[in-house]
Each structure stands twice: as C-alpha cells, then as structure tokens.
C-alpha cells in the first residue's frame, strides 16, 4: 500500500519530463509491437508477391481497424473501470467488469469475424478493393478475420492486465505476438513460397502466440483478480460504465476507419492501384514515425489527470506544454527523415518497381509537410480526457478526421489528382494543430483562474515548470 501511495503522490511531485517519458515509453513499446503485424506482413508480401500484394494489405486494414476500435470500446472503458474498482477496494466490481468486458470481447470479435467471412467481397469494395487487388485482397481477409477473436483477446487481456498494475507484461505479450509474426512471415513467405496466404496464417499463428501468452497472467494466477463464472452474467450498469469511458477511442479508431478506406476508393479512382500501394507504405512507415507521440500522449493522460484533480494547476498545464514539446521534437526527427532519405525507407518494402518509388516519396514528402503541428492536436485531444473533459477530446479529433480531411478530398482530387489526397494529411494536421492550440489556450486561462488561490504551492516545483 505504501509503494502505491508512493507512486501516486510522485505524479505530484517528480520532474515532468520524467514522469512523462516514465509512463509513456511503455505505451509506444504496446504500440509499436501491435504495428509490426502490419508492417511485417507488408514488408515481406512487397517484396515477394510485389506492390499489388501491399495494395490487397491496404484494403483489408480498415476491416481490421474496425476491429480495433472495438477493442478500444470494450478494453478502455473496463481497464478504466478495473482500476477505479481496485482503487476503492471493490474487488468483486472489477471481476465483473473484467468478467462482463472478456464475454463481450469474445461475442463481439466472433461476430466481427463471421461478418469478415460471409461478406468479404463487398467489404473489400467498399474499402476501395479492386482490379488486381481484389483476388489477393481476398485471399489474405479470408484467413486473417479468423485471428481476430484472438488478437481481441490479447487485446482485452492487456488492459486488464494494464489495469492491475503490471504494464510491461502486458507489453511483453504483445511483443512476443509481433516477433512471432516476423518469423513465421519469414518461414511461410520466403521459405515455403507460400505468398500473401502465408502472410495471414503467420498473422493469425501470432495472434494466438499472444492471446496464450496474456491469458497465462491469469491461468498462472499472477494476477490479483480472478474470472469467476458468476461475473460473466451481463451487466447492463457495468456495460453502460465501460461504453461511456470507451466511447472516446472508439469514435476517434472508427472515424479513421473511414478515412482509411476513403483513401482507398479515391486513390483507386485518381491514381490507380499503385496508388493503394504507395499510400500503404505510407501508412507502414507512418506507424513507426507517428505511434510513439500517441504513446507519448497515452503516457501523460494519468499525469495531466492527477494534477488536475489536486488542484495543481501550474503543474497540469506544465505537463501539457512538456508533452507536446516532446512530441514536436519527435515529428521534426521524422520530418528530416522523410525529406532527406525517403528512398531507402520505401525500398524496404519494395526495392524493384520505380514507378511505385517515385509515387511513393512524392505522396510522402507531402504527407509530412504539416507534421510538426501534429503534436498538438493529438496531446489536445488527450488531455481533454485525462481532465474530464471527453466531449471536447471527441471533437478535436473527429473535427481533424471530417473537418479537416474531408473538406479537403472533396475539392482538392478533381483539381490535383492524387496530390489532393495526400495534401488532405497536412491540412488536418495544420487544422488540428490551430484548433487544438485555440482549446488549450482557453483551458490553460481556466485552470488559472480556478487554482489562482494555490499559486503559492507550485514554488517548490517552479525549476521544474519553468524548465518547459
């Protein structure tokens, strides 16, 4: 109890930067090993099966984004609740929102892949699958939808195990899933020839790897909680607290679900399926170079939270600052690597076709022109949920999605072609950028005026503060 204690008044009391990059690096390691399934299966099937195997990978991701941010809905909203629960000593209510959240992950995600299987076809016409992707596309949706019960429950089993207080093994089962993949792509593509079709089945083989290795948190009783029949029953109460704290990353994965697929049929029209193909490096690249300032973002959400509801207004608002100074110090790393060498990175998934190339670092270069405004929109978004103020956060980032990227693609393709799709990236990252710096502004004179009769008590930390 008193290490907890302990851990908690730090969020109060030690230099922001370190909590902020203490608590954020295990959430980008989550992160990124949850991006290399993508990556790999891109990287492994563009080099052998060519860019039409990366297109056929691009068309099936929004289904798999949908399935995200299921995964959001339900592990969000419980990891939320698991915590809140052991907090105030009600161990029974968090079994039940765990118990309640894993049968809805698993009734959820069966559906998602029955839905995958019976109607994949027109699922991959409406994410833009078409001409030479459309076989392949197919062939790798398929067999992949079968992992996503799998890959749903690593997911679930994460947040739980987030939620009791044991970050790394969580991200340790998501980094064996994704080292698993890497092999088994390895194994099934190049050495047994077995192509896109390879691809899925090593994603799926990891997939399971990963579930395995989270459920054994439990079945080798490492945890504090327990699933026990009885709590599995629904709850329409313990269902409607998960929904409401989930309903925020879900909206945000959903919209750029949408997006994504948008992308898709547009870039098929404009530029053909090369185009696809190119936009999917992009997208590949872009987890890497893009992912760690979300887990930035994720990192300082309990930091922001915490000083906020002590009433330590300086130290909120200087964590806010600390955060998007960091993110911006990552999206310039980034930026200078996407102008300067950008061929090297794009021949890592294909090193044999020049017109792909050249499609490629054009889209990208533009896609990246508005990066350092980024940071932030996406700290924005998140701070407004770490202070209560979800609503707010939903705007922000579904005002960067529609507002900002679908204004842009309805005007701007019939006049630049697919130029017009790629500047639509920058523009809601300029937007964003603008909008969310406009909504900080007003909350940090807020926060001043609220906690203005405890300005006396940030002294101590005022090195710290003034260090931002």
């Known amino acids: 109890m008193g290490n907890k204690m302990a851990r908690y008044s730090s969020l109060g009391e030690d230099r922001i930067s370190k909590l902020v990059l203490r608590f954020s690096l295990p959430a980008i390691g989550g992160m990124l090993a949850n991006a290399l399934y993508n990556i790999v299966d891109r990287i492994f099937v563009g080099r052998t099966v060519g860019p039409s195997g990366i297109g056929a990978i691009s068309v099936v991701f929004p289904f798999i984004l949908l399935a995200i941010s299921y995964g959001l809905l339900i592990g969000v909203g419980a990891g939320s609740l698991i915590s809140i629960s052991l907090g105030e000593k009600r161990r029974a209510r968090a079994e039940k929102a765990m118990g309640n959240a894993l049968v809805f992950f698993l009734g959820g995600s069966i559906a998602l892949s029955l839905a995958g299987a019976s109607f994949s076809g027109p699922i991959l016409e409406i994410s833009g699958g078409g001409g030479t992707l459309f076989p392949l596309a197919k062939e790798y949706m398929d067999i992949v939808v079968w992992g996503i019960p799998f890959s749903t429950a690593a997911f679930g089993f994460n947040f739980f195990i987030r939620a009791e207080g044991s970050p790394r093994y969580a991200m340790y089962s998501l980094l064996v899933g994704a080292f698993a993949n890497i092999l088994l792509d390895a194994l099934l593509i190049l050495v047994l020839d077995m192509g896109i079709r390879g691809a899925a089945i090593a994603t799926v083989l990891s997939q399971v790897l990963s579930a395995a290795w989270a459920a054994a948190f439990y079945i080798r009783k490492r945890s504090t909680l327990r699933f026990r029949l009885k709590h599995m029953v629904p709850d329409s109460k313990i269902l409607g607290r998960i929904i409401a704290v989930g309903l925020s990353p879900f909206l ?217």
Do not use: C
């Open 252 to 468: 945000t994965e959903l919209s750029f679900t949408f997006v994504m697929a948008l992308f898709n049929r547009l870039l098929r029209q404009y530029g053909g399926d090369l185009a696809i193909s190119a936009m999917g490096i992009f997208f590949s690249l872009d987890s890497l170079l893009f992912l760690p300032v979300l887990g930035i973002a994720e990192g300082v959400q309990p930091i922001i939270g915490y000083n906020y509801g002590a009433g330590n207004g300086e130290r909120t608002i200087a964590s806010v600052k600390a955060a998007i100074w960091m993110g911006s110090f990552f999206f310039a790393g980034s930026f200078l690597l996407i102008v300067t060498v950008p061929e090297p990175l794009i021949r890592i998934f294909n090193a044999d076709d020049p017109q792909l190339l050249s499609m490629a670092v054009r889209g990208i270069r533009i896609a990246y022109s508005g990066v350092l405004f980024a940071s932030v929109s996406v700290i924005a978004s998140h701070a407004f949920q770490a202070i209560g103020k979800a609503r707010l956060g939903i705007f922000l980032t579904l005002s960067r999605h529609f507002l900002f990227i679908l204004l842009p693609l309805y005007f701007l393709p019939p006049l630049l072609g697919t130029d017009g799709i790629w500047l639509s990236i920058p523009l809601s990252d300029l937007g964003g950028g603008i909008i969310g710096a406009w909504f900080l502004k007003r909350e940090f004179r807020l926060i001043r005026e609220r906690d203005q009769f405890g300005r006396d008590s940030f002294e101590v930390d005022a090195g710290a503060v003034n260090s931002v």
